[in-house]
Nanobody, 115 residues
């Protein structure tokens, strides 16, 4: 079992920055993929940023140039640095861990960006 705990969310004004953290614990043998998703009420959850086992990253077009995903293997932690935040970035952000057929999600952390 792998447990994921997100932190770092909060309220920020447009143009500000936040850094989200996802700490993983448990039986972490390997990582195929870790990523950040976001969801607003009544909307489908969408991929924001991901990083695979080789370190390759991908981003949603809406956050390219503003968000950066990174990983600290020694701490089993994935980060999402969010800069130049916009009101449309407001959502609950979820961390996801994938290893083959194993799929685990964190509890989510709220990010609210005011106009």
């Amino acid at each position: 079992q792998v447990q994921l705990v997100e932190s770092g969310g909060g309220l920020v004004q447009a143009g500000g920055s936040l850094r989200l953290s996802c700490a993983a614990s448990g039986s972490i043998f390997s990582i195929d993929f870790m990523g950040w998703y976001r969801q607003t009420p009544g909307k489908q959850r969408e991929l924001v940023a991901g990083i695979n086992s080789g370190g390759s990253t991908n981003y949603a077009d809406s956050v390219k140039g503003r968000f950066t995903i990174s990983r600290d293997n020694a701490k089993n932690t994935v980060y999402l640095q969010m800069n130049s935040l916009k009101p449309e970035d407001t959502a609950v952000y979820y961390c996801r861990y994938i290893l083959r057929d194993y799929d685990s999600w964190g509890q989510g952390t709220q990010v609210t960006v005011s106009s």
